[in-house]
Nanobody
């Protein structure tokens, strides 16, 4: 069985930083493309980052590019999201996801492309 467990969320002031982690078991993490998604109340869940095995290719949504950095430690089966210069509009539940592919497809920001999900970790940015 595949498990993805996010951690590291919390309450932070505007301009602050947080680092999210996602620990994965039950799949070949080193061969799997991973993603970060977020969902604010009343809005769709959308991808903000896609990272291929070994971090060879990393894609970002325009809304976070330059502020967020995705990375992975394949030896630890762990995915990370470093979030800097946080804004109130970054407030959302953040999810990690595992894809059934080893590249970042053009449609990676869409929830339907991904196979396995964690339960999420809440990030709240106060103004």
């Amino acid at each position: 069985q595949v498990y993805l467990v996010e951690s590291g969320g919390g309450l932070v002031e505007t301009g602050g930083s947080l680092r999210l982690s996602c620990t994965v078991s039950g799949l070949l993490f080193g061969e799997t493309t991973m993603g970060w998604f977020r969902q604010a109340p009343g809005k769709f869940r959308l991808g903000i980052s896609c990272i291929t095995p070994k971090g060879a290719v990393i894609g970002y949504a325009d809304s976070v590019r330059g502020r967020f950095t995705s990375s992975r430690d394949d030896a630890k089966n762990t995915l990370y999201l470093q979030m800097d210069n946080l804004k109130p509009e970054d407030t959302a539940m953040y999810y990690c996801a595992a894809g059934g592919f080893n590249y970042c497809p053009e449609s990676w920001p869409l929830k339907t492309e991904w196979v396995d999900w964690g339960r999420g970790t809440q990030v709240t940015v106060s103004s």
